[in-house]
């Protein structure tokens, strides 16, 4: 999911919280909880802006639904539901974890094959980034059918590009070319 810059200041901001009481576990977790709800039943957003709703009310059922007692976690959701911005909290876990990600030197490679990777391939796939990027890598692994053979894998702003769809298209363009 795309974060945009309103959502990075506030996961920032709470991440340096969290992250001065070791507490990002636990805010991560909860804000999972509520990204996850947010995805799956797009009507809450809408009850989350509706002007009928008391702010306490809307904050008090996200704390119940993440099921967590984290006082940093409350205080936060209550200011962004005070502040009329419940949108916010949908890409927040996202912006969070690329923080904590970021501190603990993880990078997040999100790869998409013609066919779903047995965990063999996985393991030697991760492997291998750890090598190029000289820390631990996660595969977040996609299937897309259209990509006919081989992989893609995008980390932060890099792109490997090593399907055979991609491929392809080189040779076609160099055959036109000619």
Known sequence: ?????????????????????GGE????NSLEVIAGAMEAEPELATLLKHPGIPDATKAE???????????????????VISRGRP????????????????????????????????????ERLAEALCRLTAGEVHIDATTEPDLVGGVTVRMGDTLLDGSLRTRLKKVAETLRAH
């Open 61 to 79: 059922v996200l704390v119940r639904l993440s099921g967590t007692e984290d006082k940093l976690y409350k205080r936060f959701v209550e200011l």
């Open 25 to 28: 576990a636990a805010v991560f």
């Open 87 to 122: 949108q916010v909290l949908a890409g927040c876990a996202e912006a969070f974890r690329q923080l904590w990600d970021r501190d603990r030197g993880v990078t997040r490679a999100r790869v998409a094959s013609a066919l779903p990777l047995t965990s063999e391939q996985a």
């Open 1 to 21: 999911m795309p974060v945009d810059a309103l959502t990075r200041r506030y996961a920032a901001a709470l991440y340096a919280e969290a992250a001065a009481g």
